[in-house]
């Protein structure tokens, strides 16, 4: 029977704090922050966490047990994702997984564009509206996976609209595309593009100016290993792989 605890800001504060001082051989973990309704299990060698997103829980843990960890992982209830970024092989992570019964569903790669080239845009930039959120998030959602992409929240996606991080694209007066972009200093983050209209490259364009426009250069994605279409039209227009890549693992 798992010990499981509900998120408390000062509980799981230690717990992490205790979990980093035994030095895991087994972290994932990377300082994402839990709130209400996630929670956690804590062992003499293991902290395992998780975050509740829509109907199923990302999952982070920290130990130096093997064994003790794909105890907690086989008991989890109900669908449990966890990621796995790494540059170099993680043969000891697949034998973890599977021994805690998880299956791996992707494999994504990171890439960056060191130096966006000038785009002469002469269509004009549309930014997304409050009103046009559902369209947004149903068009993310239908095109795309929770699991593996990271996709927004609804809430979260209203707030990127209204700071005008979402750009969007029309065929015949309807939405037909969407792009979701951050600002992170110096750098921007592709974070989400999906387009069915005629002119798909559009919006691509439209960050490339809107990059500029903000004296911003660089800029870096994640792509499906397996979506050979994209990864082409960005190689083309310059962007190069870095050799991250992340791992998406599943139990049900």
């Known amino acids: 029977m798992l010990n ?12 992490i704090g205790r979990a980093f001082s035994l030095k895991p051989r087994y972290s994932n973990y990377y300082g994402r922050q839990l709130e209400e309704g996630d929670d956690y299990v804590e062992t003499d060698s293991s902290l395992v966490l998780r ?4 109907d199923f829980y990302r999952i982070y843990i920290m130990s130096v047990s093997q064994a003790d960890v794909v105890d907690i992982l086989k008991k989890l209830p109900g669908v449990n994702v966890l990621n796995i970024p790494a540059k170099n092989d993680i043969s000891e992570w697949r034998t973890l997984m599977q021994s805690a019964g998880f299956d791996m569903i992707s ?8 130096k966006v080239k000038e785009r002469k845009n002469a269509q004009t930039i549309n930014y997304a509206t409050q ?20 996709l927004p929240a609804k809430d979260e996606l209203a ?4 700071q005008g991080n979402v750009i969007v694209n029309y065929s015949e007066g309807q939405v037909c595309g969407a792009f979701v972009y951050e600002l992170e200093g110096r750098k921007c983050y592709l974070r989400a593009w999906y387009d069915s209209g005629e002119n798909g490259l559009k919006l691509l364009f439209d960050v490339y100016c809107i990059m500029h426009l903000k004296n911003i250069s660089y800029a870096y994605f994640w792509v499906n290993s397996t979506n050979t ?3 082409k039209i960005h190689e083309l227009l310059g962007a ?3 050799g991250l ?8």
Do not use: C
């Open 51 to 54: 975050k509740k997103e829509g």
């Open 4 to 15: 499981m605890r509900p998120y408390e800001k000062e509980a799981v504060r230690l717990a």
């Open 107 to 114: 494999m994504y790669e990171r890439y960056y564009y060191k």
């Open 245 to 252: 890549k992340d791992y998406t693992f599943i139990k049900k």
């Open 131 to 150: 009103e046009q959120t559902e369209v947004i998030y149903a068009l993310f959602q239908n095109h795309f996976s929770s699991y593996t992409d990271y």
């Open 240 to 242: 190069v792989p870095d």
């Open 159 to 162: 707030g990127l609209v209204e």
């Open 229 to 231: 279409n994209v990864k």
